[in-house]
């Protein structure tokens, strides 16, 4: 394949995901106000709950197979290897540029996530029905293609959901704590000021002044100390009893229980997503389940042909979205050009050369079968840019969702190069 025609390849997904972000806006002008921030949020929301999980679960059903697992096992842990290697390289970035809290979950998202989804679904197909492609038969290997495409989307999102989400989640967590708290804090100078304000007009006393020679020594007592019980020679706390002991050692215990069970919430720790995709390997593992869902003579083919309809919405509408968010972060200068410069070098430079290590080591010592595509496909997961539902988090938290859209804009707008410059090489690698 020609260089020029390799960038058209890689070029394509690109393009289409710099024309919805335009798109989305234009929407978003205050003269037009079609996508709106009320409408943004609402979408998102739908997209949370419906299209994510549907695009999970339909793809994952159809590419995962007893067999695919067995010859595929080494795809989970390179994708995990992505996130744990663009985190710690996240967390560098972090710990250099000092970005404002809100941000922080954002930069090791975009340097942990990739795009696993829709691109290499793009890419992949599109170098196999070239001319002169160094990977065999077209036919053959867009279907081979097409399911190390859809595992590695299916595999991608298990990861994005079940760790950078929970990631996102906690740094925004942070953010609403040290503003609760700020508030907090003024209130209470607040309330200190008015009452030095207002300290001179106080004149009265608990205890009148002719009656404080008369006061007994219980009634002392009792004002100073309201808990405790007053016998005349000792002080005895009314917490002391054997049954209030008891009953206070309890309490402690439902409260730690409660606490446990407030900062581990099942609930916000698996995403829809997340469950989708435990529905769709178990859909694709169960053979009957697989006999009756999958496939043009299935009896229930319609569900899985529905949820596949409403997972193709997904990316087209947060890449709408994307574009909607976008007109606020370029009015704004809150995103740091160190900052994204730092998430283009994690991305496009450290990761693909860190995977080309990966995944030579992987097949030299045998973890990785010798296809040329299979290989080609594990060094393209290291060279994509970050992936497009990082910004439905940030939509969904309200943390840094502006300066999501500028970073996704300037990582797009650089990947067609980037992309078709590792394709090459890695091309170049493994046949």
Known sequence: MKLLDLFLVASMPVLKVLVLTALGLFLALDRVDVLGENARKQLNTIIFFVFNPAL???????????????????????????????????????????????????????????????????????????????????????????????????????????????????????????????????????????????????????????????????????????????????????????????????EKIKHCLRMFSNKINLKKLFAPSIIGAVVGFIIGMVPQLRNIMIGSGAPLNVVHNSASLLGDVALPTVTLIMGGNLLKGLKSSGTLLSLILGIIAVRYIALPLLGIVIVRSATHFGLVHSDPLYQFVLLLQYALPPAINIGTMTQLFGAGESECSVIMLWTYALASVSLTLWSTFFMWLVV
Request: proline share 6%; hydrophobic share 40%; with cysteine.
């Open 56 to 250: 999970v679960s339909s793809n994952l059903s159809k590419a995962i197979t007893l067999e695919t697992v067995i010859l595929m096992r080494f795809m989970p842990l390179n994708i995990l290897a992505t996130f744990v290697i663009g985190s710690a390289l996240g967390w560098l970035l972090i710990k250099i540029t000092r970005p404002p809290q809100r941000l922080k979950g954002l930069v090791l998202g975009c340097c942990a996530a990739g795009n696993l989804g829709n691109l290499p679904l793009i890419i992949i197909p599109a170098v196999c029905k070239e001319k002169g492609s160094p990977f065999g038969a077209p036919n053959i290997c867009y279907t081979y293609g097409m399911t190390y495409a859809s595992l590695s989307l299916a595999i991608g999102a298990i990861f994005l959901w079940s760790y950078v989400y929970n990631i996102v989640r906690i740094s925004s967590s942070k953010v609403s704590i040290i503003v609760n708290s700020d508030e907090l804090t003024s209130r209470v100078d607040s309330i200190g000021t008015t009452s030095e304000l207002h300290q001179g007009n106080c004149s009265s006393t608990l205890i009148p002044p002719n009656h404080i020679g008369s006061a007994s020594p219980n009634h002392a007592y009792k004002s100073a100390l309201p808990f405790a019980k007053y016998n005349g020679t000792k002080k005895v706390p009314s917490s002391l009893g054997l049954s209030n002991f008891q009953g206070s050692i309890l």
